[in-house]
């Protein structure tokens, strides 16, 4: 046994001397043997053993105190409703100091069911004096008497505004308290009671600054949740205050709140509190909002408060964050002197805000704004650049685009644009104000004057309060005559915008490739480069367009676009991402028509006549059906012309167009070519057999397409392409087969196809019986036909030399043979 033990033994042996000699009536020896057991100093945290020994040790002190007859009837009074008198006894003990501080909570426990059962008869300096006389005693602390107390102090400072909770607290001491009261209850039918310390929080919130301070210093450990308790009792006070209409009180509140907790972390209540703050300040108090924001600090803004709100029926409501950020935005937007205004913070959750919402068209203009108000030009520059690229069929991006220039020339150029993206007066009333003073300032009074004109005649028709600005440009056009219309402005300074607007976009020359009216009315017309580009459109967007023709080439500037991943084969694919075009600007091009689509040669196979179409393969073998007007072609004819990619539902297309005759000289040598080996001549059929080599397509020659008549074995040349036609064996599905455009005799040998072999030539008789009639023979694999055989007498197995070609499916066979 190690030294502890020992100890422990020996003080469980002194623990029964020690119920003997108070069994015996010896109290003095029991007292000396419980100082003895003292000072073994036993810590009950030590384990259960050490615990269950000091428990037996307090159970002997107890019971050999004195007075513990009369603190048991005391004990005894009190549980049994007779606290009165239980607390006469106990305090009379405790006043001639006979109380030992082991019954010290027994008194407390009588004072503190005295307070509750009196209270309603007791003065404040009553109730003060008994909890003064309980902070006196020597009790457990923390422990569940303790907490009672301050809950009972909590509930007494509500009626009593004398009695400074706060104060008490201090004087209770923060560190007493126990993680228990941190934690909420139920009662017997299962109701939730709230934990004593949001009891605390609830009350602690109604008290001045200061004293709110105080006591949360005071707290030792839980600060963090105390603060989430406290705040959730701040909105509920702010949200009853804005349901009773007290604005000052509820201002009022709201900075306390900011002055309270603006070193705390992020947090559900605090977020909630952010949330009613946007909801309740609104018309003449928005601006209250811009300021709240930026000191509750957008920072404290948590995952959640970014996902969508949904509501108690499933409808869907903007993020909490988007809507702060919006309110902000729209609270700034009335302050005429904004660039005196900090605004970087707000700048600074817009770029959290577009990182978390990239296609949010809405934040990205905002922040654009928000540049051009504090006078940060260049940077919102950059976002209109971008922003007219991708949504440059917006007026109002044109609009807003002018305000990032301060020259009035520029500044036209882009209300122009503005105002012919937009027809309905309704919503450019502003951007001809906008127009017409820009044009007063550099002399253009007659145009300013037209632009007024035509806001005043929609506004008072539409009985619309005209701005005070109106009147004040209209002054400066005293005695001024306004042009008849502004259209020949708005297109000179259309070019002139898209100009400054698209200047780092080269053009792109584009041909029409159709023309068609869309089931919904509009007139289509679809333009081609000629190799990835392809897009459709509607003319409207550029009317300039209306007498354009198929074959037409335009000049573009086009936005190429990153769009997700389609499983559509066109538009192209880029790292696995489909790519569009979107035509931003649009001029003449001095190019003949379908000249800037690529040139490409061909065959003519085939002419149908009944479709009016030619039948042309290119020297890559890809098929193209040619419309014709008038037939000047024939089968045979090498063509150039010029070719496009289009798709069709989802599929790629080649096509061809503007299509002419050329030289074979020019066209026959961009063909395929190969030195390729006649295996079989077939007299009966006129035509000849070749192959190509292993794995390859083999093909036919009838005599009436060339006038080669070569022999098998014999090596020719031959261009060609190849065609797919249906396999009348194998229905449903096609083939390739080989067309030669023209064969010639070959100056060389294929060696891969025709070859010299040396071995024995091995006999196989008609029905394997030797003497008889020779079948066939082999020489090595190499097979050999009983006409080769009868061709050279051979009737016998003998060595000899022969020549070999290729037939195809890695087969040889032998067409010439020489004895050794």
């Known amino acids: 046994m190690d030294d502890d033990g020992v100890i422990k033994a020996y003080a469980?042996?002194?623990?029964?001397?020690?119920?003997?000699?108070?069994?015996?009536?010896?109290?003095?020896?029991?007292?000396?043997?419980?100082?003895?057991?003292?000072?073994?100093?036993?810590?009950?945290?030590?384990?259960?053993?050490s615990e269950t020994i000091v428990r037996s040790i307090n159970r002997i002190r107890v019971s050999i105190d004195p007075h513990f007859e009369t603190i048991q009837q005391a004990k005894e009074l009190s549980k049994n409703g007779s606290n009165d008198h239980a607390l006469q006894l106990l305090t009379e003990l405790y006043n001639s100091g006979k109380l030992s501080e082991n019954f010290h909570e027994d008194l407390g426990w009588a004072i503190y069911r005295y307070l509750k059962e009196h209270l309603s008869e007791l003065n404040s300096i009553q109730v003060r004096t008994l909890l003064r006389d309980y902070m006196a005693l020597k009790n457990e602390r923390p422990s569940m008497l303790h907490s009672q107390f301050l809950n009972?102090?909590?509930?007494?400072?509500?009626?009593?505004?004398?009695?400074?909770?706060?104060?008490?607290?201090?004087?209770?001491?923060?560190?007493?308290?126990?993680?228990?009261?941190?934690?909420?209850?139920?009662?017997?039918?299962?109701?939730?009671?709230?934990?004593?310390?949001?009891?605390?929080?609830?009350?602690?919130?109604?008290?001045?600054?200061?004293?709110?301070?105080?006591?949360?210093?005071?707290?030792?450990?839980?600060?963090?949740?105390?603060n989430n308790m406290m705040q959730e009792h701040f909105f509920w006070n702010l949200y009853h205050i804005s349901e009773q209409g007290k604005l000052p009180e509820?201002?009022?509140?709201?900075?306390?709140?900011?002055?309270?907790?603006?070193?705390?972390?992020?947090?559900?209540?605090?977020?909630?509190?952010?949330?009613?703050?946007?909801?309740?300040?609104?018309?003449?108090?928005?601006?209250?909002?811009?300021?709240?924001?930026?000191?509750?600090?957008p920072n404290k803004l948590r995952d959640e408060d970014w996902n969508e709100?949904?509501?108690?029926?499933?409808?869907?409501?903007?993020?909490?964050?988007?809507?702060?950020?919006?309110?902000?935005?729209?609270?700034?937007?009335?302050?005429?002197?904004?660039?005196?205004?900090?605004?970087?913070?707000?700048?600074?959750?817009?770029?959290?805000?577009?990182?978390?919402?990239?296609?949010?068209?809405?934040?990205?203009?905002?922040?654009?704004?928000?540049?051009?108000?504090?006078?940060?030009?260049?940077?919102?520059?950059?976002?209109?650049?971008?922003?007219?690229?991708?949504?440059?069929?917006?007026?109002?991006?044109?609009?807003?685009?002018?305000d990032c220039y301060q020259d009035n020339e520029t500044k036209i150029a882009l209300l122009c644009k503005a105002i012919s993206l937009e027809k309905n007066e309704d919503f450019i009333g502003k951007i001809r104000l906008d127009l017409a003073s820009c044009l007063t300032q550099v002399k253009m009074l007659e145009n300013a004057l037209y632009e007024l004109n035509k806001y005043k005649e929609h506004y008072e028709n539409k009985g619309w309060h005209l701005d005070s600005k109106f009147e004040e440009l209209k002054s400066k056009c005293s005695g001024v005559v306004p042009v008849a219309d502004n259209t020949k402005l708005y297109s000179d300074k259309t070019a002139l915008a898209e100009q400054i607007a698209y200047a780092k976009i080269p053009f792109t020359e584009m041909v029409i490739v159709d023309m068609w009216k869309h089931d919904n009315g509009k007139d289509m017309i679809?333009?081609?480069?000629?190799?990835?580009?392809?897009?459709?459109?509607?003319?409207?967007?550029?009317?300039?367009?209306?007498?354009?023709?198929?074959?037409?080439?335009?000049?573009?500037?086009?936005?190429?676009?990153?769009?997700?991943?389609s499983n559509q084969a066109f538009?192209?694919?880029?790292?696995?991402?489909?790519?569009?075009?979107?035509?931003?600007?649009?001029?003449?091009?001095?190019?003949?028509?379908?000249?800037?689509?690529?040139?490409?040669?061909?065959?003519?196979q085939y002419i149908n006549t009944e479709k009016k179409v030619y039948h042309i393969y290119s020297t890559a073998s890809v098929f193209f059906p040619i419309p014709y007007e008038k037939i000047d072609l024939q089968v045979g004819d090498f063509v150039r012309f010029r070719k496009y990619k289009k798709s069709i539902k989802g599929q790629e297309k080649e096509y061809g167009r503007k299509i002419e005759k050329s030289e074979e000289s020019v066209v026959l040598n961009l063909f395929k070519t190969r030195i390729v080996a006649?295996?079989?001549?077939?007299?009966?059929?006129?035509?000849?057999?070749?192959?190509?080599?292993?794995?390859?397509?083999?093909?036919?020659?009838?005599?009436?397409?060339?006038?080669?008549?070569?022999?098998?074995?014999?090596?020719?040349?031959?261009?060609?392409?190849?065609?797919?036609?249906?396999?009348?064996?194998?229905?449903?599905?096609?083939?390739?087969?080989?067309?030669?455009?023209?064969?010639?005799?070959?100056?060389?040998?294929?060696?891969?196809l025709v070859k010299e072999v040396e071995g024995e030539l091995?006999?196989?008789?008609?029905?394997?019986?030797?003497?008889?009639?020779?079948?066939?023979?082999?020489?090595?694999?190499?097979?050999?036909?009983?006409?080769?055989?009868?061709k050279y007498n051979i009737d016998s197995d003998c060595h000899v030399k022969a020549k070999v070609v290729y037939t195809g499916d890695n087969k040889w066979k032998v067409y010439e043979i020489s004895h050794v």
Request: proline share 3%; with cysteine.
């Open 250 to 297: 509820l201002w009022n509140t709201f900075d306390l709140y900011l002055n309270l907790f603006a070193d705390s972390a992020a947090s559900q209540w605090n977020s909630k509190i952010l949330s009613l703050a946007e909801r309740v300040m609104k018309e003449n108090d928005a601006i209250r909002f811009f300021s709240f924001f930026k000191q509750w600090n």
């Open 12 to 49: 469980w042996t002194l623990i029964d001397l020690a119920k003997n000699k108070k069994d015996e009536g010896d109290i003095e020896e029991a007292n000396n043997i419980i100082a003895r057991l003292d000072e073994l100093d036993i810590d009950p945290e030590e384990d259960d053993f």
């Open 152 to 226: 009972f102090a909590l509930n007494y400072s509500k009626i009593d505004s004398n009695f400074k909770f706060v104060n008490f607290l201090q004087m209770w001491r923060a560190d007493n308290i126990r993680m228990e009261d941190f934690e909420d209850s139920s009662d017997s039918d299962g109701k939730r009671i709230p934990s004593l310390m949001s009891r605390i929080a609830r009350v602690v919130v109604t008290y001045p600054k200061e004293d709110i301070k105080k006591f949360a210093n005071l707290l030792p450990y839980g600060k963090e949740k105390f």
């Open 571 to 604: 538009p192209p694919l880029e790292n696995g991402k489909t790519i569009l075009f979107t035509p931003l600007a649009i001029t003449t091009s001095d190019l003949d028509d379908w000249a800037s689509l690529p040139i490409d040669y061909g065959y003519i």
């Open 309 to 402: 709100e949904i509501g108690s029926n499933g409808e869907k409501y903007q993020p909490i964050a988007i809507k702060s950020i919006k309110k902000a935005t729209d609270a700034l937007k009335s302050q005429t002197n904004k660039k005196s205004i900090d605004v970087q913070w707000l700048i600074d959750i817009y770029e959290v805000a577009i990182t978390k919402y990239p296609d949010n068209e809405w934040l990205i203009r905002s922040k654009a704004l928000l540049h051009t108000w504090c006078g940060q030009l260049d940077l919102s520059k950059q976002i209109y650049e971008r922003l007219v690229l991708t949504k440059g069929d917006k007026y109002y991006i044109w609009h807003e685009y002018s």
């Open 526 to 565: 679809s333009f081609v480069d000629g190799k990835d580009i392809y897009f459709s459109m509607d003319v409207k967007k550029f009317p300039i367009l209306k007498k354009a023709h198929i074959g037409q080439v335009w000049s573009f500037k086009l936005f190429k676009e990153e769009l997700a991943t």
């Open 762 to 790: 091995k006999i196989k008789y008609r029905n394997g019986i030797g003497g008889g009639e020779p079948v066939f023979a082999f020489v090595g694999d190499y097979y050999v036909h009983h006409s080769i055989l009868k």
């Open 678 to 752: 006649v295996d079989d001549v077939n007299m009966a059929k006129q035509l000849f057999h070749f192959v190509l080599g292993p794995k390859l397509l083999d093909g036919i020659l009838h005599f009436n397409q060339t006038d080669l008549r070569p022999a098998i074995g014999d090596c020719i040349k031959i261009y060609f392409y190849v065609r797919r036609i249906d396999d009348k064996k194998n229905v449903g599905h096609s083939k390739k087969v080989i067309e030669v455009i023209k064969a010639e005799l070959a100056d060389e040998i294929n060696s891969s």
